[in-house]
C-alpha cells in the first residue's frame, strides 16, 4: 500500500571536489574530480523515499535560474511530484559547496538562496492537505518560521512530523515535542543536550530525552548504525561492515527511507533498520541519490 509522504523541504545544487584530503584553515588544495547535480537535504531525502517505494509530494523553491529547471527536471526523473515545486523570480538557487576526501569523508557549506523563499503561508496552504495517517517530512535547511509553523499544523491536524534538525536550528520547544521522530546525528544531538560516547550510552540518551524533547527521538552513529527510542522502547541498530568510498547524502539516505517506512506504518524500530541498510548501501558508491538503493 502506498501512501503519500509529504517533504516540505530544500533544494540545491551540488558542487562536489574529490580531494587527497581536507586543506588546513588558510591552505588550497587540488581537487582530483568535479561533478555537479541535484542535492539539498529535501531534495535528496525525496528521492530516497521515492526509490523506497513512497508516493512523495515535495514542497520547496528553487531559483528562477537554469540550475533550478535542471533541478526540478531531475527530482521529476527520480518519480517526485514536483508541483509544489516553485521558481522564485530573481533569486539564485540554493547551492552545496561538498569536498570528499580519499576516506569517503565530507564537509559541506551551504548557501541557502531561494530555500530561504519557503514562508509559513507555504505550509498554510498545505493545511487541507493533512490529517491523521499523513506524514510531513521536514529538515533543518528551511526557515526556522516554517518549521514552527508546519509543527503546529500537523498537531492541529493529527499529522505526522518527522523532523531532521540538520544542521540545527532554534525551533521552538514545542515544535520539538511534536517530532514523531526528531532524527539527528551526534552532532546535532549534542547541540540539543545528548551525548555518548557509545552505542549504549547513546540508546540510554535518546531513551531518556523521548518524551520530553521529543516524541521519539532517532540519533543516528554514522558506521556504527543508530539508535532509537520512544516512550516506552529502545534500542540500537547495527551498520553492515561495508567499504565506504562517500558519505555524501548517505545521511538523507536514512531520513528518505525512514520517512517512507514510517508512512507505510511501519513501526519506528522496523524503519530504522530499513534505514540503517539504506544508507550503508548508499556509502559503497560515488554521488549522492545516485547511490540510493531502489526497493
Request: contains cysteine; aromatic residues 2%; proline residues 4%.
Amino acid at each position: 500500500m502506498k501512501r503519500t509522504l509529504l517533504v516540505v523541504g530544500s533544494v540545491n545544487v551540488d558542487a562536489v571536489s574529490g580531494v587527497e584530503r581536507f586543506p588546513a584553515p588558510g591552505e588550497t588544495v587540488l581537487a582530483s574530480s568535479y561533478r555537479q547535480g541535484l542535492g539539498g537535504k529535501g531534495a535528496n531525502q525525496a528521492v530516497a523515499a521515492a526509490l523506497d517505494g513512497a508516493r512523495v509530494e515535495l514542497v520547496a523553491r528553487t531559483g528562477d535560474d537554469a540550475g533550478g529547471a535542471a533541478v526540478r527536471t531531475e527530482l521529476a526523473g527520480w518519480g517526485v511530484d514536483v508541483t509544489d515545486v516553485a521558481a522564485v523570480p530573481g533569486v539564485p538557487t540554493g547551492i552545496a559547496q561538498i569536498l570528499v576526501d580519499a576516506r569517503g569523508e565530507n564537509m559541506i557549506a551551504v548557501s541557502s538562496g531561494a530555500n530561504d523563499a519557503l514562508d509559513a503561508a507555504a505550509v498554510d496552504a498545505l493545511a487541507d492537505r493533512l490529517g491523521p495517517g499523513t506524514t510531513v517530512l521536514s529538515q533543518g535547511e528551511v526557515p526556522v518560521e516554517v518549521l514552527d509553523r508546519l509543527a503546529e499544523v500537523c498537531r492541529d491536524r493529527g499529522a505526522r512530523f518527522v523532523l531532521n534538525l540538520a544542521p540545527p536550528r532554534d525551533v521552538a520547544p514545542r515544535t520539538l515535542r511534536t517530532a514523531d521522530p526528531l532524527v539527528v546525528n551526534e552532532h546535532e544531538a549534542r547541540t540539543l543536550g545528548l551525548d555518548g560516547a557509545d552505542p549504549e550510552d547513546w540508546r540510554l540518551a535518546c531513551a531518556a530525552a523521548a518524551g520530553r524533547l521529543a516524541e521519539a527521538v532517532v540519533v543516528t552513529l554514522g558506521a556504527r548504525g543508530a539508535v532509537a527510542a520512544t516512550c516506552t522502547s529502545s534500542a540500537y541498530v547495527a551498520a553492515p561492515v561495508v567499504d565506504a568510498v562517500d558519505a555524501t547524502g548517505a545521511g538523507d539516505a536514512f531520513v528518505g527511507v525512514l520517512a517512507s517506512r514510517l508512512a507505510v506504518g511501519v513501526d519506528l524500530g522496523g524503519a530504522v533498520q530499513s534505514a540503517v541498510a539504506a544508507a550503508s548501501q548508499a556509502v559503497t558508491r560515488h554521488g549522492t541519490v545516485e547511490s540510493y538503493p531502489r526497493r
